[in-house]
């Protein structure tokens, strides 16, 4: 799914009421529309009282079709203008007039005061105050306003989204922000939901179709996409029935020092599990037996040294390495991936203590192979690129690093988020389960083993980022956030691949006569 910039959102708008041949207000009635017609579907007429606060810009307007939808249906609702400027849209005058044509309860003006209405926390409020149109601070009267959203509990209902935050940088004051329980946004997420400095926003979040035009959705490149089960489809390979170990390539995963054998292990397991042909571990001799004994389909190399790498020989020619999981920071370490690094041409994924390395000696950066791809946690990227001001500058520096080394980066998080040159790919799999020891080992097993079967360096990203968060939500049903570990995380990418082919399960027709 694409996320649309705010500029690219205005253009579809255009463009739609323009091939539609309907005016800008049809279409915010459209949306407004399709914002009751959801809250219709889940509230059944059922008498909550719900309160409706309309700015006085288009998203104000959309907010004023939501409640005389809401007042034609016989709910219980209550509409406020929150008069916050002299500039009213037009499409907000057009839909005011005909609110009031439809009750003598017209909506509250409220302006410049802290006196607000009280709200239960059993009610419900819908946010309309601002829409991705915010260019500026809000008053501290409306910053007192959302305040007063936060004190009641009552659950907020935000209108394409919550009124305060922009679409590309950061509030200035977190507490000018209305915080949501659910945003409905108009045809396209927007980025902010996905990046942690922002996605606290709404709790969650849903894309409403409102009709825009189909073909100005599928042409127009955006910077950042959303990727799901549909995105992940296209991308993936189907084993051929004539095909052996070796046509899915071989993976050398080089890594380990003493007490951190497990960390290679997981990654060789994570490499094999998600279809390599074949693992070679290249590791200190102090791991030798372990890793043998603990996965006996794995091949081993070790060096001369008994608890540390030393030097990197191989005599085997991997399809893709895979190097720094558990690998430690150790002088003669460092100086062995340098020599490593002078002459590789195999394609690289690097993770954990390979990324230190490299944020020690930058100059080896421009050793690393055509679209090499890093796999950074957020203090490893720190490492790399430097401190950054809020998401958007880490996005903005993270771009500029990979536009200057030609590497992939995969920013590890809640929302990982993979960066090639100004392109964003934001994950929406995974779950805090994740976040335990090892599941960093097993996704860089997984993007060595896809590009060992031949997918493109991106692509094997892109996967097996989705895969590895897909695997934890399937897991979490059996295990639950806390007691899932990395090792299941291996055990769950069968189910994840199964999956990809599941089809939605259809609710049951009761046959005629059955009660």
């Known amino acids: 799914m694409k996320i649309f910039s705010k500029e ?73 203008i929150v008069n916050c400027s002299d500039k009213r849209s037009k499409n907000f005058l057009i839909n005011y007039d005909r609110i009031k044509n439809v009750t003598k309860d017209w909506p509250t003006l409220l302006s410049c005061t802290d006196d607000f209405s009280p709200i239960d926390a ?20 409306v910053k007192g306003l959302f305040n007063h959203f936060r004190a009641s509990r009552a659950y907020t209902l935000a209108v394409d989204i919550p009124s305060g935050l922009y679409t ?24 902010v939901f996905f990046l942690p400095d922002t996605a606290k926003y709404t709790v969650q979040w849903e894309v409403i179709d409102i009709g825009i035009d189909q073909e100005y959705i599928y042409k127009t490149n955006t910077e950042a996409d959303l990727i799901g089960k549909h995105e992940v489809l296209p991308i993936y390979k189907p084993r051929d029935k004539f095909s052996n170990k070796g046509t899915y390539g071989h993976s050398l995963i080089i890594g380990g020092s003493y007490g951190k054998i497990g960390a290679v292990t997981l990654a060789s397991r994570a490499t094999l599990a998600v279809g390599a042909g074949l693992v070679t571990a290249y590791i200190p001799k102090c791991g030798y037996t372990a890793l043998q004994a603990a996965f006996p389909e794995a091949m081993v190399i070790t060096d001369v040294d008994e608890e540390k790498l030393t030097s990197i020989n191989f005599d085997i020619e991997p399809t893709v390495i895979g190097f720094g999981v558990g690998v430690g920071t150790d002088a003669k370490t460092i100086t062995a991936f340098e020599t490593f690094l002078k002459t590789n041409k195999t394609p690289l994924v690097i993770d954990a203590d390979g990324l230190n390395i490299l944020s020690k000696k930058k100059a ?13 946690h957020p203090k490893e990227l720190e490492r790399l690129i430097g401190k950054w001001k809020g998401d958007f500058d880490k996005l903005k520096k993270t771009k500029a690093f990979s536009k200057k080394y030609n590497v992939i980066v995969v920013i590890k998080g809640a929302n990982t988020i993979t960066v090639f040159q100004d392109k964003l790919y934001v994950n929406a799999t995974g779950n805090p389960g994740l976040a335990t020891a090892g599941t960093g080992d097993v996704l860089t097993g997984m993007i060595t083993g896809l590009i060992a079967q031949g997918y493109k360096p991106l692509a094997a990203s892109i996967f097996g980022v989705y895969l590895h968060g897909k695997s934890a939500d399937l897991l979490i049903e059996d295990y639950g956030y806390q007691s899932l570990i990395a090792s299941h995380v291996v055990g769950g990418i069968s189910e994840a691949y199964l999956d990809l082919f599941k089809q939605p ?10 009660k």
């Open 8 to 80: 690219q959102i205005y253009e579809g708008d255009r463009l739609t009421t323009e091939k539609q041949k309907i005016s800008s207000t049809d279409l915010m009635e459209r949306a407004g529309t399709q914002i009751f017609n959801w809250l219709h579907m889940r509230m059944q007429g059922a008498q909550v009282p719900i309160h409706v606060f309309c700015g006085i810009g288009n998203n104000g307007g959309d907010g004023l079709v939501v409640a005389r939808h809401l007042v034609t249906h016989g709910y219980n609702v209550k509409t406020y």
């Open 122 to 141: 059993n009610d419900i409020i819908v946010d309309a105050v601002f829409g991705i149109g915010i260019n500026r601070p809000v008053d501290d009267w």
């Open 168 to 191: 590309d940088k950061l509030p200035s004051d977190p507490e000018a922000v209305v915080t949501a329980g659910y945003t409905l946004s108009f045809q396209t997420p927007k980025l």
């Open 364 to 376: 080896l950066l421009k050793l690393l192979p055509e679209q090499t791809v890093l796999t950074p």
């Open 505 to 514: 399960e259809q609710p049951e027709v009761e046959e005629a006569g059955e």
